[in-house]
T-cell receptor, first 117, second 113 residues
């Protein structure tokens, strides 16, 4: 299994509080991703990173920010959590696809279950 | 139209049966195709990549039909342990860099005694 850990694994918080989720990898992969997974929606990309200090928005980025100060760590922050952000959050990593092969597969961390009351 | 569409199921099959899932995708320029498996309350795990020529891994066979823009997964001799949700995955319409993938919502398989 790819070396990806997420912390915390479970969190319950209240509306309006800040929350930071951490993803840590030991694979030295260039790309890192944060997804949320909700019933009926599947996995939706929140933000991704293509290198240290290089990040970009995904399809559901409102209300979230990210930072990547080291290759191995990718942080997801909810500045002021809302009940709509109750979800399961997955981190994933990937390497660059080789020429002509399109994009490479992604490997996922175990997930964080976040409940915002 | 969704970028990746799958029948959500559930597909309830007896142990030993053969079951097939299809998935359609909207971006005719897509080059990367995968099947992932996700167990309840767990992370998605790569099952297999899908190549143009089709590929087989034990009881699992994946095929790609570019003309009709669909991907299939065939599972032979189903086991109880095959019960899971199977996610179809494709590189999206506008990658914009980032090595991104688009995930289908999954097809649920339940293998029964």
């Amino acid at each position: 299994d790819a070396g990806i850990t997420q912390s915390p694994r479970h969190k319950v918080t209240e509306t309006g509080t800040p929350v930071t989720l951490r993803c840590h990898q030991t694979e030295n992969h260039r790309y890192m991703y944060w997804y949320r997974q909700d019933p009926g929606h599947g996995l939706r990309l929140i933000h991704y990173s293509y290198g240290v200090k290089d990040t970009d928005k995904g399809e559901v980025s409102d209300g979230y920010s990210v930072s990547r100060s080291k290759t191995e760590d990718f942080l997801l922050t909810l500045e002021s959590a809302t009940s709509s952000q109750t979800s399961v959050y997955f981190c994933a990593i990937s390497e660059l696809g080789t020429s002509g092969r399109g994009v490479n597969e992604q490997f996922f961390g175990p997930g964080t279950r976040l409940t915002v009351l | 139209r969704k970028e990746v569409e799958q029948d959500p199921g559930p597909f309830n099959v007896p142990e030993g049966a053969t079951v097939a899932f299809n998935c359609t995708y909207s971006n005719s320029a897509s080059q990367s195709f995968f099947w992932y498996r996700q167990d309840c309350r767990k992370e998605p795990k790569l099952l297999m990549s899908v190549y143009s020529s089709g590929n087989e891994d034990g009881r699992f066979t994946a095929q790609l039909n570019r003309a009709s823009q669909y991907i299939s997964l065939l599972i032979r001799d189903s086991k109880l342990s095959d019960s899971a949700t199977y996610l179809c995955v494709v590189n999206p319409l506008n990658t914009g860099g980032g090595n991104k993938l688009t995930f289908g919502t999954g097809t649920q398989l339940k293998v029964e005694l």
